[in-house]
């Protein structure tokens, strides 16, 4: 393994943007509509979950007739309905330290268990910064906490993915990266990160410079 951090993995829900309470609201609004039960527990459990599972969820936990695919599509309309009038809301410091990345040549990735129709609605909201690929949830057989999306996206970037920085928000998408062999920092924001193995948390992306990552990652090398 070498010892310079060679690509920067980001998640998207929660962490490029928060775009989890959009979700959430999506929901809600569809167990309304049916008359089911839902509470801010479920919403929770749903959280960096790929959405055909969080579909399926739904689903049993709302006795919906449909099929997952039709609860998949009503699910999705809602969301981008709502990006579409509100436009995404960018986590501190997260497109900044995209851009760091960026300004100095270092391969970055978006790793997201959202549908790439919801992600090009957000990467085409985004005012500045560039991924080098993009992986999302219909990209792979198995979503996140599988390490598939995480291995995806170093094999598009030609890079280890032990030699990647992962940046996450939940325990699904920390498992994940972490499965793949990658460092992750850790953002909390709607739900508790273990901070074990290969993980270190930070409170916010706002506090984190390129240089920091780079130093964060030589000295896990040092463990």
Same mark, same amino acid.
Request: net charge negative.
């Given at each position: 393994?070498? !010892?310079?951090?060679?690509?920067?993995?980001?998640? /998207?829900?929660?962490?490029?943007?928060?775009?989890?309470?959009?979700? /959430?609201?999506? $929901?809600?609004?569809?167990?309304?509509?049916?008359?089911?039960?839902?509470? *801010?527990?479920?919403?929770?459990?749903?959280?960096?979950?790929?959405?055909?599972?969080?579909?399926?969820?739904?689903?049993? %936990?709302?006795?919906? *007739?449909?099929?997952?695919?039709?609860?998949?599509?009503?699910?999705?309309?809602?969301? /981008?309905?709502?990006?579409?009038?509100?436009? *995404?809301?960018? %986590?501190?410091?997260?497109?900044?330290?995209?851009? !760091?990345?960026?300004?100095?040549?270092?391969?970055?990735?978006?790793?997201?268990?959202?549908?790439?129709?919801?992600?090009?609605?957000?990467?085409?909201?985004? *005012?500045?910064?560039?991924?080098?690929?993009?992986?999302?949830?219909?990209?792979?057989?198995?979503?996140?906490?599988?390490?598939?999306?995480?291995?995806?996206?170093?094999?598009?970037?030609?890079?280890?993915?032990?030699?990647?920085? !992962?940046?996450?928000?939940?325990?699904?998408?920390?498992?994940?990266?972490?499965? !793949?062999?990658?460092?992750?920092?850790?953002?909390?924001?709607?739900?508790?990160?273990?901070?074990?193995? %290969? %993980?270190? $948390?930070?409170?916010?992306?706002?506090?984190?410079?390129?240089? &920091?990552?780079?130093?964060?990652?030589?000295? &896990?090398?040092?463990?």
């Amino acid at each position: 393994m070498t !010892a310079h951090l060679q690509a920067v993995l980001f998640d /998207m829900d929660g962490t490029l943007c928060d775009t989890e309470p959009v979700w /959430m609201a999506a $929901e809600l609004a569809m167990a309304q509509r049916y008359g089911a039960g839902w509470t *801010p527990a479920d919403g929770l459990a749903l959280v960096g979950k790929q959405l055909i599972v969080s579909c399926t969820y739904i689903k049993e %936990r709302m006795g919906l *007739p449909q099929p997952v695919e039709a609860v998949f599509e009503e699910l999705l309309a809602g969301a /981008m309905t709502a990006i579409a009038h509100e436009g *995404p809301a960018w %986590r501190p410091g997260a497109l900044d330290l995209l851009m !760091a990345c960026n300004g100095a040549g270092l391969p970055t990735a978006l790793v997201t268990a959202s549908h790439s129709v919801f992600t090009e609605a957000i990467l085409d909201g985004m *005012p500045s910064g560039r991924f080098d690929a993009v992986v999302t949830g219909d990209h792979v057989e198995r979503g996140k906490p599988a390490p598939d999306p995480y291995l995806l996206a170093a094999d598009l970037l030609e890079v280890n993915a032990c030699s990647c920085i !992962a940046i996450e928000d939940s325990p699904t998408g920390a498992e994940s990266a972490e499965a !793949a062999g990658c460092l992750v920092i850790v953002v909390p924001n709607q739900v508790a990160v273990s901070s074990q193995g %290969r %993980r270190r $948390e930070v409170d916010s992306l706002a506090e984190l410079s390129l240089a &920091d990552l780079q130093l964060l990652f030589e000295q &896990d090398l040092s463990v």
